[in-house]
């Protein structure tokens, strides 16, 4: 297994203690290798959607659990996603940082 397949797999992991029950067995049902043939349409149709942000039922929202679950299966999207989820949880942290601080 690779470094950024492994980090990934940490990122979910992370992300698995921030859901609600029914999301953690969804995810964890996906992350299944066996479930791979799910697993990558639903990831298309997930970043399909996040385009169609424009239309009133569909959100940005989507590209992000869709672009993570596609990087389970395409090593070239593993670093670029691997490397999004770093500097948004850093982003999140200096804001919860700075936030403290300021004493709110």
């Known amino acids: 297994m690779d470094h950024n397949k492994r980090r990934l797999d940490l990122y979910l992991d992370g992300l698995q203690r921030h859901l609600p029950g029914w999301a953690v067995g969804a995810l964890q049902w996906l992350r299944k290798p066996s479930s791979r043939w799910i697993r ?50 850093r982003w999140l942290n200096d804001r919860r940082l700075r936030r403290r601080s300021r004493g709110g």
Request: charged residues 10%.
């Open 40 to 89: 990558v349409p639903v990831g298309l149709l997930l970043v399909l959607a996040g385009l169609l942000s424009f239309l009133p039922v569909f959100g940005l929202w989507m590209l992000v659990p869709g672009l993570l679950l596609l990087s389970l299966d395409l090593p070239i999207l593993r670093r670029p996603i691997r490397m999004a989820v770093l500097r948004i949880r």
